[in-house]
C-alpha cells in the first residue's frame, strides 16, 4: 500500500522570502503521479501542481516548483518570493494512472497529513 | 472551477439520523470521489464511482453508502449518524488534462453529528 509523509505540520515564512515543504511516499509502482494541494481557510481544496514520476524534470508553475527525487522517494515543494495569499495549509498526495478502460484502479489519491504554512508580513 | 457544487454546505445532526450529502458536477466527468477530511489524517477516500451505478468502497467506507444514478449527482449517505462521523465532506472529479488525470475538488460539507 502506498503511504504519504509530511513531517512538518507547522512551518512559517517572511514574506518575500522562499520556504521549502517536504513530502516522503512509499510505493512499489514505476509510474504514478503526485501532487501538491493548497487549502486555504475558505477551506476550497486548490491544485498547486502536479510531477509524472516517469519525468525526470521538475515540474514549475510560476512560484511554486517541486524537487522531484525518485529514487528517495522525496517530492518537496518551494514556493518563492512568499505572498500573504499562500497562508494555508498544503497537502502532499500520490496517484496512480486511472486505466484507458475498465474501473480495477480508482485513481484515488492518497494525502498526507498536511503542513500549515503561515507567511507573516 | 470544475463545476462541482455540494449541498448543503453544513449540517448539524443528532446521532442515529440518516443523513445524504450531495455532489452534482456539470462536466459529465466518469470518475467521482467522497473523502473526509479530519485532523492529523489528511483526506481520506470513503467511496467512489466509475461510473452509473458503478461504486465502490474506499478505506474509510463503514458506516457509509453511496448510489450514483445519473451522471451528474453522487449522493453519500449515512445510515445512521454517529459522532465519529464529525467531519469536513469532500466531493471531487477526476478531469484529463494536458495527457493527465488530475483530481478537482467541490467546496465541501461540514457535517457536525451531537
Known amino acids: 500500500a502506498q503511504t504519504v509523509t509530511q513531517s512538518q505540520p507547522e512551518m512559517s515564512v517572511q514574506e518575500a522570502e522562499t520556504v521549502t515543504l517536504s513530502c516522503t511516499y512509499d510505493?512499489?509502482?514505476?509510474?504514478?503521479?503526485l501532487f501538491w494541494y493548497k487549502q486555504p481557510p475558505s477551506r476550497q481544496m486548490i491544485l498547486v501542481i502536479r510531477?509524472?514520476?516517469?519525468?525526470?524534470q521538475n515540474a514549475t508553475e510560476n512560484r511554486f516548483s517541486v524537487n522531484f527525487q525518485k529514487a528517495a522517494k522525496s517530492f518537496s515543494l518551494k514556493i518563492s518570493d512568499s505572498q500573504l495569499g499562500d497562508t494555508a495549509m498544503y497537502f502532499c498526495?500520490?496517484?496512480?494512472?486511472?486505466?484507458?478502460?475498465?474501473?480495477?484502479?480508482?485513481?484515488?489519491?492518497?494525502f498526507g497529513q498536511g503542513t500549515t504554512l503561515q507567511v507573516k508580513p | 472551477d470544475a463545476g462541482i457544487t455540494q449541498s448543503p454546505r453544513h449540517k448539524v445532526t443528532e446521532t442515529g439520523t440518516p443523513v445524504t450529502l450531495r455532489c452534482h458536477q456539470t462536466?459529465?466527468?466518469?470518475?467521482m470521489y467522497w473523502y473526509r477530511q479530519d485532523p492529523g489524517h489528511g483526506l481520506r477516500l470513503i467511496h467512489y464511482?466509475?461510473?452509473?451505478?458503478?461504486?465502490d468502497k474506499g478505506e474509510v467506507s463503514d458506516g457509509y453508502s453511496v448510489s450514483r444514478s445519473k451522471t451528474e449527482d453522487f449522493l453519500l449517505t449515512l445510515e445512521s449518524a454517529t459522532s465519529s462521523q464529525t467531519s469536513v465532506y469532500f466531493c471531487?472529479?477526476?478531469?484529463?488534462?494536458?495527457?493527465?488525470?488530475?483530481?478537482?475538488f467541490g467546496p465541501g460539507t461540514r457535517l457536525t453529528v451531537t
Open positions: 471531487a472529479i477526476s478531469r484529463r488534462d494536458r495527457g493527465t488525470y488530475e483530481q478537482y
Open positions: 510505493t512499489s509502482e514505476s509510474n504514478y503521479y
Open positions: 510531477q509524472e514520476a516517469y519525468k525526470q
Open positions: 498526495a500520490f496517484m496512480k494512472p486511472l486505466p484507458l478502460h475498465g474501473s480495477s484502479n480508482t485513481g484515488k489519491l492518497i
Open positions: 462536466e459529465n466527468h466518469r470518475y
Open positions: 464511482s466509475y461510473g452509473v451505478k458503478d461504486t
